[in-house]
């Protein structure tokens, strides 16, 4: 499709390390926007999300262990913007999920037994 802005190469790289719990995530995507003008954009995207928190300093496991949190980061190299993130990948998987979706169609408070404390932070 030309012209809708849908036309864009997107890398998503989901890696592992030697950590029980937890998963980070890299995406990249290709744009002239400064750092400057980018964390406002993903700020004011996410100032509704209780759950997603943009961080303007590096991402680590412990910031979202033990919580349904997922936490970004943008980084600038050249052109290209990488997005990393990290989130529980068994509390923001299929059980926050539920939990979350639950609270939503019963028109409960969307973070209701959802507000965990991570392990640091």
């Known amino acids: 499709m030309q012209g ?3 036309d864009f190469d997107l890398s998503f790289v989901p890696w592992r390390g030697d ?8 995406s990249t995507v290709t744009t002239d926007l400064a750092l400057e003008e980018l964390y406002p954009l993903f700020e004011d995207f996410y100032k509704d999300h209780p759950f997603t928190q943009v961080s303007r ?3 680590f ?9 997922a936490v970004i980061h943008l980084e600038k190299a050249g052109n290209k913007l ?34 965990l404390k991570p392990a640091a932070f």
């Open 19 to 26: 950590f029980t719990r937890g998963i980070f995530v890299s």
């Open 61 to 69: 496991l412990k910031q979202v262990v033990n919580t349904n949190k």
């Open 82 to 115: 990488v997005v990393h993130s990290a989130l529980d990948n068994l509390l923001k998987g299929a059980s926050g999920q539920a939990v979350h979706n639950m609270n939503l169609v019963f028109g409960l408070d969307e973070t209701l037994g959802l507000r």
């Open 57 to 59: 300093t590096s991402v």
């Open 4 to 6: 809708d802005n849908t």
